[in-house]
């Protein structure tokens, strides 16, 4: 409880998590309980190409690539991008363009514009310092050409924070097969538990992260509108969207 630093994800990711993530998470199951949200988002409008600032194991990179839009896939952790390339060739017959890249220096190491950037899969919330995510947040503004969008999704942890934290509300990912329950939560930390179904356990620190702050924090390097979504029918059980998405306009 006591690591709250934005640095951490690289050791949190370890091989044992993210090859069983990948191998009960059936990707085509993924896919239809995604659906063709971000893709038919994208193409209404008008977005060829791509910087896929979390890459992680490949997801939406190779759905990306499937659809046809030119992709970059970054990440700043070099065993999710091996991973992730591994997945490019298996599920999609594709060649992952991969860049090594912390989103803190983004700019140093990717180069280019992008039509959008997309930050998908709760990955924002691994920055645990405001000045990390201003940072973040105008590096990747810097990286968009002057109509482009960035494409943001997050959990929706203001229910959590307000219902009040319950260990009993277990969100399952992608059906049964992974149990997701937040351990310890509070203003500045939500540790979450994911249970396989070999009972082992692994844990992720995270910032929750309020909508509306980060909608502010968006504002605030200078995007000019932020549109926010409720869910995509990725988790969804109750009234309350598990997740929300975020798009942000440059101009
Ligand atoms: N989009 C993918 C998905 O949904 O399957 C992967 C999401 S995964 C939850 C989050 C990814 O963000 C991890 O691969 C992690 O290495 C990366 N990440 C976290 N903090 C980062 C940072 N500061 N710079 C670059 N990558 C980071």
Known sequence: M????TGHYTEEYIPGFVEKWDSLIDWERRRQSEGSFFVDLLRKRG???????????????????????????ADGSADMLAQAFDNGVRYGNHI?????????????DVHGQYD???????????????????RALAEFYAMLKHDGILVLDQRNYDAMLDR???TKHTYYYCGEDVAVEPEYLDD???????????????????????????RRLMTEVGFQHVETYGDF???????????FVHVAEKE
């Open 188 to 214: 500045g930390l939500c540790r979450m538990r994911y249970t396989f179904p070999d009972d082992s356990v692994y844990h992720l620190n995270m910032f929750p992260l309020r909508k509306d702050y980060t």
């Open 116 to 134: 959008a950037i997309v930050c998908l899969g709760n990955s924002f919330t691994h920055l645990f310092s405001e000045r990390d995510r201003r």
């Open 47 to 73: 977005v060829k190409s791509i910087l896929d600032v979390a890459t992680g194991t490949g997801f939406h990179s190779v759905r990306l690539l499937d659809a046809g839009f030119e992709t970059v896939s």
């Open 164 to 166: 009040g934290f319950s």
């Open 96 to 108: 992952l363009r991969v860049v090594q890249a912390d989103w803190r220096w983004l700019n140093r």
């Open 233 to 243: 029918q990725h988790t969804y059980r109750e009234e309350q969207p598990d997740f």
């Open 2 to 5: 006591e690591v709250r630093d």
